[in-house]
T-cell receptor, first 113, second 114 residues
Framework: QQQVKQSPQSLIVQKGGISIINCAYENTAFDYFPWYQQFPGKGPALLIAIRPDVSEKKEGRFTISFNKSAKQFSLHIMDSQPGDSATYFCAASRGTGANNLFFGTGTRLTVIP | KAGVTQTPRYLIKTRGQQVTLSCSPISGHRSVSWYQQTPGQGLQFLFEYFSETQRNKGNFPGRFSGRQFSNSRSEMNVSTLELGDSALYLC?????????????FGPGTRLTVL
């Protein structure tokens, strides 16, 4: 059973546009929600993370929106650039001492120049 | 600081063999987690070691095992390899092992089972 559901599977965006990736979860014990970026041949790298006590977090062009009641969170990439072309994974984990991340299935983002 | 290193980067084995993968965490990090990444199942948690003890375990068969040494380096072992074990095995380290600590991933070991 997929604990974190991610959509879309792939996304094509024009340079300068906004990329939006959505994730949903069921387990209300999750309290840490990171987003990872992965380039081919590399391991995932943390982009940005949020805890459920805030509804939005912004770092540069990357913003996480979090809706606790709907159990959904999303990543927005503003002014998307060709260098942003990568696979993006949302994830979730439960509580202190639980370092195991449950990952979404990934979104392959392509930014067209 | 040097990042997480994993050796070897590529490995080819045949069914029935066993394999050992190695992970060196970032200096000072005490938690090491292992993940399997496949096109079909995505990224799945295998287990986590913290201070030489397995603290969490995912839903993988007993053929998958691991250990952590006193210098925090970790190894994972897969015995009696199956074709379905072909995957990218990723290691991630973090500072204290708490859930809010960023996990830094290594480049992975690409295992191919023939």
């Amino acid at each position: 059973q997929q604990q974190v559901k991610q959509s879309p599977q792939s996304l094509i965006v024009q340079k300068g546009g906004i990329s939006i990736i959505n994730c949903a979860y069921e387990n209300t014990a999750f309290d840490y929600f990171p987003w990872y970026q992965q380039f081919p041949g590399k391991g995932p790298a943390l982009l940005i993370a949020i805890r459920p006590d805030v509804s939005e977090k912004k770092e540069g062009r990357f913003t996480i929106s979090f809706n606790k009641s709907a159990k959904q969170f999303s990543l927005h990439i503003m002014d998307s650039q060709p260098g942003d072309s990568a696979t993006y994974f949302c994830a979730a984990s439960r509580g202190t001492g639980a370092n195991n991340l449950f990952f979404g299935t990934g979104t392959r983002l392509t930014v067209i120049p | 600081k040097a990042g997480v290193t994993q050796t070897p980067r590529y490995l080819i084995k045949t069914r029935g063999q066993q394999v050992t993968l190695s992970c060196s965490p970032i200096s000072g990090h005490r938690s090491v987690s292992w993940y399997q990444q496949t096109p079909g199942q995505g990224l799945q948690f295998l287990f986590e070691y913290f201070s030489e003890t397995q603290r969490n375990k995912g839903n993988f068969p007993g053929r998958f095992s691991g250990r952590q040494f006193s210098n925090s380096r970790s190894e994972m072992n897969v015995s009696t390899l199956e074709l379905g074990d072909s995957a990218l095995y990723l290691c991630a380290s973090s500072w204290t092992g708490g859930s809010y600590n960023e996990q830094f991933f290594g480049p992975g070991t690409r295992l191919t089972v023939l």
